[in-house]
């Protein structure tokens, strides 16, 4: 079978425009994807050049490919199981930072280039004063795009409209803002003259970014039987979801120069992201996080299983209707088509999302998923909201075990064994404390400051009800105390 070729798919040459830091499957699926449809209806015209940003890997296979390959869109829509298949032909090119560096740099020079996306984990914007600008290339990505700009400050001699826009899809909060930040702070300490400082904060543009969309990579169980149905070999297969969202937020207004929204992408432009990045958190996320641990208590291994179980299914719905998108501040409207559309995502047949990785580090995902919804449901409401109450008792339910072994406290399930991952002195605390009385171990729980960052066993009705909640759990078992709150 052959591989993929520029006459198997008519690839058109476009002024490059976007370089990319990162050739995973995440930007593959969704950035790249998203200007591909937008370079088919007209309103880009430009090509993407992929930067492996890191020493150990190989391009070998985006080279043998011409960088071109099949994304496949796998789920529910308009109601019913559907696969989307697109051959992706917006990356024109693909360059080693180490291995080619003389061909990256000269990107820099490049009159076309507009925009720098990036990928580079969490842990890629950070601010490391041992890098160098002598280095070629520095050692972290702050350090690449702050030399890089350089070499284009200088080559255009600081031209205003030679500025580039930074659109960084790291998951951390306000990350075009921490990443300017270590480009500033880099210039500084590398002692780069006051007038390229300058044409950064003038000429150039670092945007915050929110993105959405659970993309599953290679399909390597599946991939012969793809290929077979493609009709050639596609090493770089990415197969996701098809549901996307793409929130920029810009003081400047680049909507016109990045034109997705026009070809009917899933692209917002605003000048606040909080409130869809609180959307997220709460909804999706917490959704996630507020009935994972009691559906796996319940017999239930994946998310999909849930979505079948229909006392689980009551209690999801219950739980982001009535009790947490009443506390956010979105038009209600936006917020019940955002929640129909997670649901929708929760029986993706395609995706076989496994609560207990879902579980890992559940207390502090709870406090930044649940709690504030929680809070805000007293604040609003005067009263304990059922089902978050009793998603926390689930907590407690699940985490309790006696045994630490090999960095998992170990708990039961009828006669099975499951690991509990979190932090070690998390860990600590519920071997110590969850044997004890109902009332004790919810005290303990609802008294950790650390925890939850207050002592939620102050607050009025809450320790009662979560007590009354656990020691159902404990008598009932999971699923008789769910039907007997909610049936």
Known sequence: ??????????????????????????????????????????????????????????????????????????????????????????????????????????????????FIVSNTTEAGIVYDDTDR??????????????????????????????????????????????????????????????????????????????????????????????????????????????????????????????????????VIFTDNQKPYKQRKVRILNGAHTSFVLASYLCGNDIVLESMKDELILDFIKATIFDEVIPTLTLPKEELEEFADAVLTRFKNPYVKHAHLAISLNSVSKWRARCLPSFLGYIEKEGKVPAHLAFSLASLMAFYTGYEIREKALIGHRGNDEYQIMDDADVLEFFAANSGKETAEYVHAVLSNTGFWGQDLSTLEGVEGEITSLLADIRVLGMRGAMEKAFS
């Open 1 to 114: 079978m052959e591989l993929m070729s520029k006459q198997k798919t008519n690839k058109t040459e476009r002024p490059v425009k976007v370089l990319q830091f990162g050739e995973g499957n995440f930007l593959r699926a969704f950035v790249d994807y998203m200007i591909d449809i937008a370079n088919e209806k007209g309103d880009f015209n430009g090509d993407i050049v992929l930067v492996k940003p890191i020493e150990f890997g190989s391009l070998e296979r985006f080279h043998e490919q011409e960088c071109q390959y099949t994304v496949q869109l796998r789920g529910i829509v308009d109601g019913e199981p559907k696969k989307i298949n697109r051959v992706v032909t917006s990356v024109t090119d693909a360059v080693d930072a180490y291995g080619e560096y003389e061909k990256y740099a000269s990107f820099a020079k490049l009159d076309t280039l507009r």
């Open 133 to 266: 600008l002598e280095l070629n290339p520095p050692k972290t990505y702050p350090g690449k795009l702050t030399k890089f700009l350089y070499e284009r400050y200088q080559h255009f001699n600081g031209a205003a409209d030679k500025g580039l826009v930074m659109l960084p899809v790291e998951l951390i909060d306000d990350n075009g803002i921490h990443l300017k930040e270590c480009v500033l702070q880099l210039a500084k300490l590398w002692k780069l003259e006051d007038a390229f400082v300058s044409w950064v904060n003038e000429a150039c543009v670092f945007t915050s970014t929110l993105v959405d969309r659970i993309v599953t990579g290679y399909p390597r169980d599946e991939a012969e039987e793809l290929c077979k149905e493609f009709g050639y070999q596609d090493n770089l297969i990415v197969t996701g979801e098809p549901f996307a969202l793409w929130v920029i937020e810009s003081a400047a207004d680049i909507s016109k120069e990045f034109p997705l929204p026009d070809a009917g992408l899933p």
